[in-house]
């Protein structure tokens, strides 16, 4: 009897076309798929496949997030999606350090007790890699952001992670806050800046991610509620208020959709959403974009203790603090997502990359087993 014919294999484009479409926000679909056949490996671990799986998802997902609460001496690592494969390397945040920004995939990180070397380090918490930076000409930093060095020449940010990158710090000396920039392509920080103001006792930035619109980075400012403007190409510093919020509620910087400057805080169990808009006279101003009613989503035991410590910037998902847990809410879809139990969080900061299989190739032999 002849044996049975075996089924004609898939086409290579079909095969491409099909991998494509695994959701990101799920990478153990992606890891899985590499251990079908040698050529299915072959295919996720190419070049080319890997800039066209990116580019067909645009946005990276949210894959985990770093929480900073005062019941705890470091960030706590929190997964987002689960099952997952991510898993951060041995390196972590030490018990003095505190995260400034999270960008890219990458965590910029701040050791308040370091010498001249380690004081500011760029961390990359799926591969390990890790970046140390010499320390500013300062007495202090008290805030810093960490930016694509390509994002003014117009990158798309799809291939960047791992490349050149500019960090902006806030540095504290005899009364002022100057603005120093650092380039990873010349490790070193740029002396020549000039920008500097005088802001007293509320210099020192949140611990939240600065908020970044082309070569503009917002820094929220603590003890007084007003933003920080820093801009690359005029090398300026200049003070914006923030809406009125009746008493001056935490709030947290974003970025909108139409790529303005925005603004969340709580109120009376109450979301409010800011934007920031110039009138036809070119006055700018803030105007409330949407007010979300909290108790509908989640039960809020004391609204004095809600508020809002944490945006993603691209899944819009904004994260509130609350008397029961900390929550997360996706703007668009207005899902609501308990993502951690009782803390007193104050700020977090969004891991967002495309997890790969090309990424992290130890973790995955670890973690399979346990999908």
Known sequence: MASPRSPPQLMADLVSEILLRLPPEDPACLIRASLVCKTWLRLIYDGAFLRRYRAFHRAPPLLAFLACSYGNSEPRFIPFTSPTPFKPPAFVCSSRSRVMDCRRGRALLFDMWADSEGALSVWDPITGDRQVLPKPDCFYISGAALLCASAAAGCDHLDCRGGPFLVVCLGLSRGATDAHVYSSDTRSWSWGAQASVQLGADSFGEMNSPVVIGD??????????????????????????PPDQDGGSEFVLMRTEDGSLGLAAVRDS???????????????????????????LFSIHNSKTTSVIGFTEGVEVIFVRTYVGMFAVELKSGKVKKVAELDY???????MSFYTPDCGRCNHRHRLADL
């Not at 969080?345 to 969004?350: A, D, H």
């Open 345 to 351: 969080y104050f700020s977090v900061l969004p891991i």
């Open 270 to 296: 109450n979301l409010y959403l800011w934007s920031r808009k110039v009138n036809p006279e070119g006055v700018a101003g803030w105007v409330i974009c949407r007010v979300i009613n909290l108790q509908t």
């Open 216 to 241: 503009e980075v917002y820094f929220a400012l603590d003890l007084t509620p007003r933003i920080l403007k820093y801009s690359l190409g005029k090398d300026d510093l200049s003070l914006i208020g």
